[in-house]
């Protein structure tokens, strides 16, 4: 499939690179906008939805003694996750580990209570990520931009060999 795209971008190829490592240096207004909306509609609806989520975290049995609709909640959290990892992707293109690093960071300093969890993790992200485009551009200055998607990469390896590694030793979650 990447081929056939990649043979097919003519042109755009360098676009295609970009989308493929992650990027938001050819970030236009309008399509800022068009995402914003989605990412704030879907965020407010997984926010609404932070005491069901607490409750599902202890376990199905418990959530539903605790009067929580397990199968709607999950479906509408399904929905509202999809839509804005979908903007996000579509806009920036693939960039891995925030989602990652940032909730596992955030879940030691603040605890795992989702109210303060869930806008803490959507802050933190698009820090991190600002941050990384930082980076992207100022370790390459003569070079081009550098999609975020490696440096992201080049943080959130290390950490999930580190994570992988604190799980086998029977320390962690």
Known sequence: MVSLLT????DRLEDLVFWGMGSISGADWSEIALVAALVIFGSFVMMS????????????????????NVRN???????????????????????????????????ILVGPDNRSLLPLCMLG??????????????????????????????????YFI??????KSGVGW
């Open 7 to 10: 043979y097919m971008a003519g």
């Open 73 to 107: 909640t999950r479906l509408i959290l399904l929905f509202a996750s999809s839509l804005v990892t979908a903007a996000a992707v579509c806009f920036a293109g693939v960039i891995g580990f925030v989602g990652l690093i940032i909730p596992h960071i955030l879940r």
């Open 162 to 167: 580190y994570l992988l590694r604190r799980k």
């Open 49 to 68: 939805h932070a005491k069901e989520i607490n409750a599902m975290m202890m376990g199905d049995a418990h959530a539903m003694d605790l009067g929580v």
């Open 125 to 158: 992200g698009g820090t991190y990520i600002i941050a990384c485009d930082y980076v992207a551009h100022i370790i390459t200055p003569n070079l081009g931009i550098l999609p975020i998607g490696i440096i992201t990469a080049l943080i959130g390896a290390p």
